[in-house]
């Protein structure tokens, strides 16, 4: 039986958070590197397409699932792609394959590639007034192919927006300066690391790693490498069993807190078997950067921990919604807003159309926050519970 051994990682955040540097970075890194953008990228263009040459003949081209075979495909834009387009890679995803039935060819193509996608919220950024299940506006059949989730938050905080914004200048005030100099050194890098061979790389990798220093981008792609190519640590015994004992942990401690809840809210990443084989995947990883042959308690406590912040902290964000909101520093409370809705919903029918402006003025007459009740106007309006008619959407029209 073949299993997944590559990571699928899903950064789903707010704009301008630095998501599509990150894959950027990734895809200078990763020994094979393939980078698409979700809005411009169709079922073909990611899997495989048959071509007519100009003999009649057809022959297939393969896309960026297959051109990424034993590497990585960087998805940016991820919640931009049509849903059909984005069922074609739940295979690829999961199974590693891609199974091609079109004009007469039936094959099966390799895709063992790595995917890392990023994509936004479903209201641009993430609403701390609604649940992860309604910020998050993907199907839980491709939400379960990814082993870690991590919502990535612009949180105000006044030091953090200080450093972010001295890092910034001071890419600006040094460009022009350290340009020269920095092109000398990675051509001498570059020239070094092409001398050397894997094992010297690797060893002087760790060394670097030890000692807490940095890793120049050439040195850290041929470690990256050294790793996949020759290191292929395995669980022990033990590491399984406490691997298991965890994974039964997690699905009991979800399991009660949807009961708590009366069993309404499901959660928007089910845990299922697939979060098992990715704790296993994650904990041979750690592993293998410590180029062992064999996972220890280390490798499996900080897989744990890694799923514990990445994708149980993105399904139980339901409950920290309130810490969330003193973070981000708003006022406003999710009783108003359940308010805003009830009073939408009992003013307009369904299939009538009505003046926003005096919407918002007779909500404000009743006591509602005028901001809340046009935040959750628009909302009806991306959730196409309600239609913008007339000029810059004077009039709104409820649909269902």
């Given at each position: 039986m073949k299993l997944r051994g590559d990571i699928n990682v899903l950064l789903m955040g707010d704009p301008s958070t630095a998501k599509s540097q990150f894959l950027k970075f990734v895809e200078k890194v990763a020994p094979v590197g393939v980078y698409t953008s979700g809005k411009g990228s169709s079922a073909a263009g990611l899997t495989a397409s048959v071509i007519k040459d100009a003999k009649g003949e057809f022959y297939l081209e393969g896309g960026a699932m297959v051109l990424a075979d034993g590497g990585i495909v960087m998805i940016d834009e991820f919640d931009k792609m049509k849903p059909q387009d984005r069922v074609a890679i739940h295979e690829a995803m999961e199974q590693q394959t891609i199974s091609i039935a079109k004009a007469g060819i039936t094959t099966v193509l390799n895709s063992r590639a790595a995917v890392l996608a990023a994509a936004n919220p479903i209201y641009g950024r993430y609403d701390d007034m609604r649940s992860a299940s309604e910020n998050i506006d993907l199907m839980t059949t491709i939400l379960s192919?990814?082993?870690?989730?991590?919502?990535?938050?612009?949180?105000?905080?006044?030091?953090?927006?200080?450093?972010?914004?001295?890092?910034?200048?001071?890419?600006h005030v040094d460009a022009g300066a350290n340009?020269?100099?920095?092109?000398?050194?990675?051509?001498d890098v570059a020239n070094a690391a092409g001398e050397e061979d894997d094992e010297t790389v690797?060893?002087?990798?760790?060394?670097?790693?030890?000692?807490?220093?940095?890793?120049?981008?050439?040195?850290?792609?041929?470690f990256v490498q050294y790793c996949r190519a020759r290191c292929s640590p395995r669980l022990s015994e033990e590491s399984s069993e406490v691997l298991a004992s965890e994974y039964v942990k997690i699905r009991d401690t979800v399991r009660r807190r949807q009961a708590e809840n009366g069993g309404d809210t499901a959660a928007v990443v089910p845990?299922?078997?697939?979060?098992?084989?990715?704790?296993?995947?994650?904990?041979e990883s750690n592993a293998k950067?410590?180029?062992?042959?064999?996972?220890?308690?280390?490798?499996?406590?900080?897989?744990?921990?890694?799923?514990?912040v990445a994708t149980m902290a993105a399904s139980e964000t339901d409950s920290n919604n309130g810490q969330d909101l003193a973070k981000a520093g708003e006022g406003q409370d999710r009783d108003a807003y359940t308010k805003a809705e009830a009073f939408i919903k009992a003013r307009v029918g369904i299939g009538s159309t009505v003046n926003r402006s005096r919407l918002v003025e007779e909500a404000v007459g009743v006591g509602q926050n005028a901001a809340i009740v046009s935040r959750v106007l628009g909302i009806f309006v991306k959730k196409a519970e309600f239609q913008e008619k007339g000029q810059g959407g004077k009039l709104v029209k409820r649909l269902k």
């Open positions: 192919r990814f082993d870690l989730i991590f919502i990535v938050r612009d949180i105000r905080d006044e030091e953090r927006d200080k450093a972010i914004a001295r890092h910034v200048m001071g890419v340009n020269e100099v920095n092109t000398h050194e990675a051509i690797a060893e002087k990798a760790e060394k670097i790693a030890q000692e807490g220093g940095m890793l120049d981008i050439q040195t850290f792609k041929k845990i299922t078997v697939r979060q098992l084989e990715a704790l296993v995947r994650l904990s950067m410590r180029l062992s042959s064999e996972v220890a308690a280390e490798d499996i406590a900080e897989a744990l921990r890694l799923f514990k």
